[in-house]
């Protein structure tokens, strides 16, 4: 009879000590999981799960192809103006719409830096005002009607000028910088 009651101490010690080492390893996995669903959930926000729209006479290109095709946007024959992109602080649909047709039609996911420079106003902090509030404005815009992965936006003011040493040449300008997202 005494063995039968030491056997059953023992039984019921090593479930009591197999449950609490159970307590205390499986609550921090449980939260760590719930912390992961939950970073998932914030993700797929962020992300913009919703499919593509693809125009159909608009080709399919890669990150690099994508970015050549706007860097001739912006520098060649067809330039946009930044009076007319930022009048009255709405943007032009038109010319972004150039930009947007090229970004919704990538192959891969991308990440876009826009940057904004302005020429010298008033005050330094006045120009890196405007500078931030159109880069804020065209993130907007990006964000809501492209399908990229993350939208930056940063307004530089007139600190980092042109490399020309010409003063009569204007510093206000734009850049737009896909990442491809590994």
């Known amino acids: 009879m005494r063995t039968k009651t030491l056997i059953l101490f023992y039984l019921f010690i090593s479930l009591l000590l197999i449950s609490s080492a159970l307590w205390f390893v499986a609550k921090p996995l449980h939260l ?30 890669t990150v690099k192809e994508a970015q050549r095709v706007i860097n001739n946007l912006l520098k060649g024959g067809r330039r946009i103006k930044k009076e007319t992109l930022f009048s009255n602080k709405n943007l032009d649909k038109k010319s972004l719409f150039k930009f947007l047709k090229v970004v919704n039609n990538l192959t ?21 005002t405007i500078s931030q509030e159109r880069a804020d404005l065209l993130k907007e815009y990006f964000f809501k009607k492209s399908e990229l992965v993350l939208v930056t936006a940063i307004g530089y003011g007139e600190e980092i000028p042109l490399e020309n040493n010409d003063k009569n040449i204007s510093n206000e300008r734009m850049e737009f910088n896909l990442k491809k997202v590994e």
């Open 32 to 61: 760590k999981r719930l912390e992961v669903a939950r970073i998932a959930r914030i993700q797929k926000v962020c992300m913009k799960e919703s499919p593509k729209r693809r125009d159909r006479h608009t080709t399919e290109r």
């Open 108 to 128: 891969e996911k991308a990440i876009l830096t826009i940057s904004v420079h302005t020429n010298p106003a008033k005050s330094k902090q006045e120009s890196l």
